[in-house]
């Protein structure tokens, strides 16, 4: 039997893969959720927390009104930075 962790982990690929094949995509757009960017990236909600705490971009702070917003672009550049940090 597969682990819930691992079930979790499947659906993420899944949600990435069909993000990235969408013909509208590009790595300039902007990413509306946190769980939005965590599929794109494959990580979970709490990895993006995290790097929220250590200074990742954010183009909109979220509240009870508004979704969180990232540029993808910026996001991921800053993920290079960061993981060389790490």
Known sequence: MRSSNYLRQAKRRQNRSEISDH????PNDKVAGKDSLANIMDVSVTTV???IRAG???EQRGDN???WVFDLSEV???HLTYKHHE
Do not use: A, T, Y
């Not at 013909?23 to 590009?26: M, N, V």
């Open 65 to 67: 009104l508004h979704d």
């Open 49 to 51: 927390e995290r790097w």
């Open 56 to 58: 990742m971009p954010v």
């Open 76 to 78: 991921k550049n800053w």
């Open 23 to 26: 013909p509208g995509f590009s």
